[in-house]
């Protein structure tokens, strides 16, 4: 009996348990700093460095939850930066895109995208897009819709690199985030990158 099957039998018997997961919020969108239009809705991405994408998602522990700040190129899929803290502060967002500046060789023209979060509109972190002169681009209206890529990119990482679990503390989390991110950009194969790893998709465009 497969997977499915075996799990319609236990739903249709009422013997399935639905594992309940709490979950942390990671955009707070309510605040007084400046949001940007969403400048990436019909643009053609064709190379790396182009369009980097920026998302926070939540990471459990025994005492809680951490958070990972992960940016992405948007044509390789590789992750380009990330940090992982125990705290929604700005510094690990900072940490992240600070990662993603100092390993790119050209961000000429580069669009920065990302939610209307808090950590995103700051002054201290727009102020270090543009004096990068890197232009900024916000979602809108559908926040998941408008950072899809982001969005699955997390969805990856908890799914196929066992994010998703409970680890025993913070270092633990960031030992497993940096061992599955560089699983993620030097190993996995993408079809949408015709069977390529982010990294080397990245290497030849960037």
């Given at each position: 009996m497969g997977r499915d099957t075996l799990f319609n039998v236990l739903r249709k018997h009422q013997m399935l348990t639905l594992r309940k997961k709490t979950s942390a919020r990671t955009t707070n969108s309510y605040h007084?700093?400046?949001?940007?239009?969403?400048?990436?809705?019909?643009?053609?991405v064709t190379r790396a460095n182009q369009v980097?994408?920026?998302?926070?998602?939540?990471?459990?522990?025994?005492?809680?939850?951490?958070?990972?700040?992960?940016?992405?190129?948007?044509?390789?899929?590789?992750?380009?930066?990330?940090?992982?803290?125990?705290?929604?502060?700005?510094?690990g967002c900072v940490r992240a895109l600070?990662?993603?500046?100092?390993?790119?060789?050209?961000?000429?023209q580069l669009?920065?995208?990302?939610d209307r979060g808090i950590q995103y509109c700051s002054n201290v972190y727009t102020q270090i897009l543009k004096r990068k002169k890197i232009n900024i681009s916000m979602t809108e209206e559908n926040h998941c819709y408008e950072n899809a890529m982001a969005e699955r990119i997390n969805g990856i990482l908890k799914d196929e690199f066992y994010l998703d679990q409970t680890f025993d503390n913070t270092a633990h989390a960031k030992r497993a985030a940096k061992n599955?991110?560089?699983?993620?950009?030097e190993i996995r194969l993408h079809l949408s990158l015709g069977y390529k790893t982010p990294n080397m998709v990245y290497k030849l465009s960037a």
């Open positions: 007084r700093f400046y949001k940007y239009n969403n400048i990436i809705k019909d643009l053609e980097w994408v920026s998302d926070i998602t939540y990471i459990r522990t025994v005492k809680g939850f951490c958070y990972l700040a992960l940016i992405t190129d948007m044509h390789s899929r590789k992750i380009v930066g990330y940090d992982l803290s125990d705290s929604l502060e700005l510094k600070n990662k993603a500046i100092y390993q790119a060789k050209n961000i000429k669009i920065h995208h990302s599955a991110i560089n699983l993620y950009n």
